[in-house]
């Protein structure tokens, strides 16, 4: 069994970088040799993937997720892995992404790879990617800020305060099909703007009267 474990820091508040990281559907846009993810369901995902020629796919687990500290899987079958993701505030603007996998290598490709670290270099590669992706970005794409225990969803405090009509402790995120939110960074899109065109266009060009 592998044991890899890698940083980054990114300069976007912790609530960004854990709010993007749940959108796992969007992993293929920094992570290389994932193909594709597959929501199955709130805590069940479905990953193909093609690393060195070798391809996959994979049923994975969400088995814990606190809303800006971690979030932790399983695989439900083979190639057998396990991790989590950790998020810890270095200041306002700024956040510290950990990633901790384990995985069984399988064949020659994958096990010649883990001897020479190749495993790790991807991992650090991604991370590098990740870093790009949110900090071009400036906001998350989208949200999920529910808890999962033991793979069992939970309601948070912060969802129960909105529910209850009650201040919550942190700002109201969308959940993942909902527009993303504007932060007080991004340009507010022209009100006649369609949907699904890109909001961060710069809305004061002036339009060519023709």
Known sequence: MAT??????????????YNQWTQF???PEFMQGVESVEQIDETSLHFRTDIAGVRRE?????TEQLPDRRIAWVS???PRNSGE????????EQTRVTVALEWE????????GSALHADSHQISADLK???QFIEARGIESGAWRSAVD???????DEEAGFAAGAPARHTEHPRADAPPAQSPHTPTPSPQRPAGVDPFIDDAEPSDPR
């Open 4 to 17: 890899l474990q890698e940083t980054i820091e990114v300069d976007v508040p912790v609530s960004t970088a």
């Open 25 to 27: 559907e969007s992993f």
């Open 58 to 62: 994979y049923n994975a687990q969400i």
């Open 76 to 78: 439900t079958d083979k």
């Open 85 to 92: 993701v950790s998020f810890e505030p270095l200041g306002p």
């Open 105 to 112: 290598p399988e064949g020659f490709v994958e096990k010649a």
């Open 129 to 131: 990617r990740f870093k």
């Open 150 to 156: 033991r793979s069992e969803v939970e309601e948070t």
